[in-house]
């Protein structure tokens, strides 16, 4: 929520409230999923995390193997079992032509707008379906708290990450906002489309672009 409360490609929001409770059940989704994995770096000093990454790695990644384990609330593994990953459909688009089979969240959040929520979503899965992003590692979430920003933390927390898909012969694929393309660019991404998404209904003369 700190990472993106000021960004552009938040038009489509509702109350804070209502975004925080369905941020929190998408999240909560994503961590219950074996096909997932995700990072963290927190400062030692408070114990805050502040910053965070989430792939889908495609089937054919082995490098991974070992993180693909879903832990309790105790931290205890509940499971150690390698399955492929599962095309995710993001607010209501087909990514792979069918419905696929799990969602992070079952649609927009109250008091959103949920033309401009669908619109959004459906471009990017219909971006990765053009792409083939099913068979890439794909970066879905880089998130860095404000006051941590500019120290390198997003390029240390994606390199070894990345080292891996390139040992492997991978590509990888994202959506990046302004703010993070230069970065982006830096660990080697090149652009190969932009997606623009009319602001205008939500009141905002400019589009904003992945």
Known sequence: MDAFSNSEYTYWWG??????????????????????QQFKVVDD??????AWAKWDP??????????????????????????PATQIERGGGKADGQAST????PGPPEGSNSGLFKTFFDGIA???????????????????????QGRGIGSALLRSVLDLADREGLSAYLEAT?????????????VVDTLDFDRKE????????L
Not at 127 to 137: H, I, P, S, V
């Open 15 to 36: 109350p804070i409230s209502a975004i925080r409770l369905w941020s929190e059940e998408r999240i909560l989704r994503r961590f219950a999923d074996p096909n997932t």
């Open 126 to 148: 219909d971006m990765e379906k053009k792409y083939q992003a099913e068979k890439k590692l794909v970066l879905t979430h880089l998130c860095t708290r404000h006051n941590y």
């Open 202 to 209: 939500a009141g905002f003369a400019t589009p904003a672009t």
């Open 102 to 105: 799990k969602r992070y969240a």
């Open 45 to 50: 000093a408070n114990g805050t995390v502040v």
């Open 58 to 83: 495609p089937s054919q990644m082995t490098g991974l193997a070992e993180g693909f384990v879903v832990y309790n609330e105790t931290c205890q593994p509940i499971t150690t079992s390698l399955t």
């Open 178 to 190: 302004r703010v993070g393309l230069p970065l982006y660019r830096k660990l080697g991404y090149k």
